[in-house]
């Protein structure tokens, strides 16, 4: 036929050259639709041949090619080979697909891995077998049973662009007889049989290039004859002068190799002598003998044994496979006959949940989700003596625990009655489940490997080998995990249980192949005359094993140059991985290995890692990323450390990935099994303990580092520290610096004795529980020394999982280490220990006490656990801090602290805080020494939100970094005021970091941050990029980051404990520092308005405490005072319903009110029972005062904190029975006996309402918000809030009773207010209240009311959703913002929620004379800024209240002249306001111009009548937070001057029912016509 591609092909294919070429456009940016088809169908035995011309590295894959019995002429071609349906056998990789699905996974010759120059064709034989040729060689048989008539399929896909029909020809005779014959069978890749021709002449091949390079491969060279001819292709000879092409290296190698490790794998022994004779190696009695291949060439023979098999084979008796062994001359070399053995499937019978596909290859178990047994299946035939029984993992589920389970068995499949799982079985069975084996279901080895099978991932391989002195091995992707059974019985068949998580398996055949490839590409990059640098010599040198070099087995994207000693990616843009180098020997302990990073990339991230190994290069395969290893291997990436995968130190030294083009890393094995690694010369510290001697290093040539070089020159590495116990010096991410001889605060470590699924690293301060997923328990450790009389050992939680019930448990024991028989968990022991297990105290295994203070199931990740005998043997628990009270007492001294890593807890480390406790750091002990406050008013508080290595102690008031130099980001609790100074302490400093504290403002609202700890957030400060950031970093001032000043004032990096910092914003918009209370002047300009103090824990700088307070509020300052609900008006007669000032001073509580001890238990007290922090979950948060509340007295306490992730909030009420032994229910609402309860809205009695609408909503109310509850003399109950009497709530309350809060939702911190602690609103006995009057109030005998401003913890209500949403709006109008008030807290919600917690009453006096006006119910009010002209004092005292409606389009005009204009003109499309005609103004006044008609603007006492739509047209927008579409009107409230308007009927609507009640329709308009009369005071915004 003709060697043609038809001229109908895919759409971005164009053709050429007599439609012999094919070229695909668009290369770079199209990677398919390059289908080409063979012009006519293929004859038998043709072999269609295209040779590859051009191929691109942008993308992966490569040239696919297949047979098709689909007509091109008639065809719609699809976008790739692989969708070809209909009858299309195709080679994709190493894969043959039947119609777009695999039929067989490891076939022949891998197609991505062809150059430019290489040829490969398809061949349909004689018997219907589909053929693979690559370069002149057939791959074998990959399909069979095709159909005669098939177009021969090319797509240029991926890599391959432009490929040339070469020809259409069978293949020669001499060929066909010289060739590499592969048998496959189905999917089967098996090693070549070689005819003795072609044998010898591949060997031979291999033998002179190796010569002429050097090379001596084995201790002997094999004696080879050479008389047989060499393949046409090949030179007839090899002379060291001779050039080579890439691809004719490539052959040589690949067919020599290949034969030259089959003989050596599986044949005639070591020295490679040895085989059968002739053809009497083919005969003999033994059914398995018969299927041995015949060999033929000259390697010298050695008689036939009994069974036929050659003297090489005798002691491999039990291994038939089908690699070749020796052979003799004779016949056999004419015949060059074939045979194979049976290959490894899966039996046909199996588990009921069991499909076998992929010719009983591959087993899957189905319903993965919903069965988790059921998957047994076995192999069909037993195992042969020393054969590899391998098998893949495909498929995993991550639902059950447990997973896959390998063995062997000697049931006959057939004859089995399959069990639900393999361990169940109780005779001839084996088992590997986890890291144990299992005889008959029963453990015989609880710890055969550092492997567990349910560690394993996707993609993972097990094997397993009965050896022929019957030992029964296991391995794992490779690795012979040793001796698992030393007799296992003569005849097993494999078994394999798809348990729990392993859903779907692969049997392996080829186990050597890709071992294979990687040696045979080592070689062939390595003599290669294109690479362009001196050939190595593969031999090393007399002295090669006293000098570090690279191995030549290396990763498949890697090369070895420069003599071993560089490692390089040749093509590091296309590919981030498999660039894993290891050193050619192991490292002898003390030695250095460094390598110097020669070239980077910066296309991809991440970057060079480095460590060590204990397997050998020459056998291991290598991974992808030397993580991927789960055994034997220490690796540092980033900054972190990783041991099997697993990351066991988060922050340990310099950041690998900041590193450059220059810089050096290196690490070093000490003589006491210590890991430690160095980044530019400078020692990181110890990494790891335990590492075994004889390990490799290891460099993993990852994502932009692409070439390192061995640096051999270690005289300038500084000495490592001899005292290696003081754990890792690591440095900060600035630049590394070497801080040796860092002393620590504590000799506190973990003991080296300890459970067995224990791991101690980090210098004995970190201890983790490996397995943690399918192991809950052994995971015991206890402290190296007994703990000293009032000596705190701590622990911080670091990881947990959630796979498992019940964590950490903690205490102490008199047993010393040595004398300790690690139980499963530490409550097992039976004498002299003391545990804590969630609220239960337990002694010698028995609970002697529950309910204890703490539940330490409940910890999370950052919490800290502390333990401490006191001096008269008491046993105290500390959680963040705070002392949980006595837990036990008579303790015997000399105990041991025990932490037992069970359950949930798999990681935990000793905090900075362990050793002599220091009662001032203790919440409940909180003294002024601990916390000084210099200033009057109450103390700065440290918000919630803060970063992850972050605790905070003293209700907020001191931070403490509990690991690692960064994450250590907090900020003040509420914005700063103008010149308002936050200041803190340095309480500790930690010499091994280096960096110091940063200092700042920010526009960032820590509430608005995810929840705590924030472990997403910037892990320092100049890094925070969220709102604009303004911070001193050392002596530099920046902005966001960037650099604005240098050599600002003293450094902080001078900072040592007991200096103090701090920051203010200025009214002139300045940032000052303040160091020891020195100002240093101006730092930054411009700073924003509303702004909040941040610090960072940085570094040396550990902990911090605050010695500022806040400023309070000044109610006599010259600010313009609000027209809020807060005015203490007096009406002019009885009926204006104002509330008068209490006419008797309530009782303050007593200092000896606090909160009960036994309360709900995610409870923690602290403030010496004051104060009540709920530690976990949104409910259990019930406490109760500790006194009962008498008549006429009345309890209040402050609201601390509040968390935005829950919804509802706190409820309180009275319980009129003692507490003392009340079982506290999860919510309040659970209380059923002589209980009232306040919560929302409304009222409760043994939880059934009996009122609503009572007081404000409760779940409105934000943080200071002062609650306090009363019973007066009638035995009422009465709510306060913010000092305010809200009603009587309840009546006949009995006597005792004792007030109690449930902290519920967003609730979680409150704080009684005690006698010493100003109320809300006022400031000692000068704050004015409402009805405190001046003499200058006093206007014609009647009091007028002055404005009571609401303080900023009050109003407003920084959690009213309506009040956001409004605001929102405000934003949307793009108003500047000049003209507003520049003080948030003026701007008043008047929602229901809102007023009601000020206690708004709905109508007030204002002016000279007084007149009534009405509050805007249902409106939110942002204050204007009062124009500094203006008589503001008179205005806002004498001049009257009223309202004007207007539209979104007038608002501007008016706010740009500060008064009420009329006319209708606007920059904005929207609805005017409607004109009025000259009649609906009375008469004109006698100031006006006769004959000229009066301007007019209507106002109103009340927004009833102003923000009527007639007036207030509604506008239709979307909120930009929701996305919902709203309704919103928009009006003023104005200062308008009496005389200045005229009161009279409304003109515009018509007669009806009032719309005020307050105000008659005759009165309810006001109009005005002089300009100036008016003054704009707030913008009105309504929503609905």
Known sequence: MAAELHPRSGKLVGLSNSNRTARRNQPVQEFNHGLV?????????????????????????????????????????PSSATGLKGGSWIVSGCSVLRDGRSVLEEYGRDLDQLAEGDRVGIQRSSRGELHLWVNGQDCGAAASGLPPKLWAVVDLYGKCTQVTVVSCEPPLPSAERETVVRVEEEDEEEDAVVCGVREDAGITALMNVAAMNGVMIGDEVPELSCGHSRPDKFPNNLQPDAVLTEHQLFDVFNNAIVSFYQAEDEGGGEEGGGGGTGGSGATGSDSSSSRNDTRSGSRGGAPSNDSGMGAGDAGNT????????????????????LTTNDALLFHEKCGTLIKLSNNNKTAERRRPLDEFNNGVVMTNRP???????????????????GSIEIGVTTHIPNNLDYPATMTNLRSGTIMMSGCGILTNGKGTRREYCEFSLDELQEGDHIGLMRKASGALHFYINGIDQGVAAAQTPGVVYGVVDLYGMAVKVTIVHNHNHSERLRRNNAIMRAMSPDVGRPRPTLTPDSDAPERLLFHTNCGQKAAIISDGRTALRP??????????????????SNEVFQVRIDKMVDKWAGSIEIGVTTHNPAYLQLPSTMTNLRSGTWMMTGNGVMHNGTTILDEYGHNLDRLKAGDTVGVVRKEDSSLHFFVNGVAQGPAAWNVPPNVYAVVDLYGQA??????????????????SSEGPTAMSPGSPCSVLGASTATDLRFHHLHGTNAVITNGGRTALRQNCRSEFNDAIVISNRCLRDGELFEIIIQKMVDRWSGSIEAGVTAIRPEELDFPNTMTDIDYDTWMLSGTAIMQDGNTMRNNYGCDLDSLTSGSRIGMMRSAIGDLHYYINGVDQGVACSGLPPDVFAVIDLYGQCVQVSITSSSGPLDNSLCTSNITEKSFPIHSPGVAHRLHGKHGKNVVLLGEGCQAVRAGGYAHGIVFSAKELKVDELFE????????????????????????????????????????????????????????????????YGRSLERLTVGNRVGVKRCSDDTMHIFIDGEDMGPAATAVAKKVYAVLDLYGRITAVSIVSSTLMEDVEGVKAPSLSSGSCSEGEDDSTPVREAAGEPCATVPTAMAFLENHGKNIQLSNQKLTAARVSSYNQGLLVTARPLTQQQLFQFQIDRLNPSWTSSLSLGVIGHSPDRLNFPSTACCLKRSAWLLQRDSIFHNSLKICENYGPNLDTCPEGTVLGLLVDA???????????????????????????????????????VTNNVPTVGGEGGDARCQGDMEKADMVDGIKESVCWTPPPDVSPNKSCEYQALCSRFKDLLTLPDGYFSEDAKYNLC??????????????????????????????????????????????????????????????????????????????????????EGPDSYGDPEENSAPGREVPRVRLSPTMRYSGLETFAPKVQFRDPRSHRCHQAQVGFQVCVRPGSYKAGPQQTLGHGEPLDPRFSNSEIEWITKEQGGTLLYGLLVRVE
Request: aromatic residues 8%; contains cysteine; proline residues 7%.
């Open 37 to 77: 088809l063979s012009k006519e169908p293929l004859r038998d035995r043709d072999v269609f041949t295209v040779r590859i011309d051009k191929k691109v590295n942008s993308w992966s894959g490569s040239i696919e090619i297949g047979v098709t019995t689909l007509d091109p002429a008639l065809l719609d071609f």
């Open 318 to 337: 039990g291994n038939t496979s089908s690699a070749p062994a020796g052979g003799g001359g004779g016949s056999g070399a004419a015949t060059g006959g």
């Open 383 to 401: 195992l042969r003596h020393n054969e590899m029984f391998e098998i893949r993992i495909d498929k995993l589920v991550d639902k059950w625990s």
């Open 571 to 588: 093509h590091a843009t296309d590919d981030f991985n498999h660039g894993v180098v290891l050193s050619s020997r192991p490292l002898r």
């Open 706 to 723: 692409a070439q390192a070089t061995i640096m051999d020159d270690m005289v300038d590495l500084p000495p490592l520290p001899e005292d």
């Open 984 to 1047: 803190v302490r340095i309480d500790e400093v930690d010499e091994q970091w280096c960096g110091s504290l940063h200092v700042g403002l920010t526009t960032l609202p820590p509430a608005e941050l995810p929840s705590c700890p924030l472990s997403g957030f910037s892990p320092s400060l100049p890094q925070l990029r969220a709102k604009v950031t303004w911070l001193l970093c050392g002596s530099e001032v920046r902005r966001n980051g960037v650099l604005q000043r240098q050599n």
């Open 1274 to 1312: 009638n035995s009422c109950l009465h709510l306060y809030v913010n000092g305010m009497d809200q009603g009587v709530a309840a009546q006949d309350i009995p006597a005792p009773c004792y007030p109690f809060i449930d902290l519920y939702g967003q609730c979680e911190q409150v704080t009684i």
């Open 1390 to 1475: 008047y929602c229901e929620s809102c007023r009601k917690l000020r206690g708004d009453e709905a109508y007030y006096k204002r002016g000279e004379p007084p007149r009534d006006y009405a509050l805007p119910f249902g409106w939110c009010c942002f204050a204007l800024r009062i124009k500094p002209h203006c008589e503001v004092s008179n205005a806002l005292k004498k001049w009257h209240i009223a309202y004007h409606g207007t539209s979104v389009g007038a608002l501007r005009r008016a706010l740009d002249h500060s008064q009420l204009l009329p006319g209708t003109s606007s920059i904005f499309s929207v609805a005017p306001v409607k004109a």
